[in-house]
């Protein structure tokens, strides 16, 4: 699970939940959410209604921008 607030582009991981599948996933916090699943992300609303379509077990793309680079990473959700 990620805690974000809207940036530029895409939105800023401030936190990631230790042993969470973002963390298992390779996601950092300062990391910013740019697509998940080839839709953009510009607020933290998108993220979320995203988030709210899937359910445990689904795997998710995500692109991120992480220092100035994109890395793509999968992510199998977790229970919420």
Not at 47 to 76: C, F, H, N, P, W
């Amino acid at each position: 699970q990620t805690d974000g607030s809207v940036v530029r582009r895409g939105v800023h991981v401030r936190e990631v939940t230790s042993n969470g599948p973002a963390l298992s996933a390779g996601i950092m916090a300062g990391d910013v959410v740019l697509k998940v699943n080839d839709k953009e992300i510009e607020t933290r609303a998108d993220l979320k209604a995203i988030l709210k379509e899937k359910s445990e077990g689904d795997q998710l793309t995500i692109v991120l921008l992480r220092g100035g680079e994109e890395k793509t990473v999968q992510v199998r959700l977790g229970k919420r």
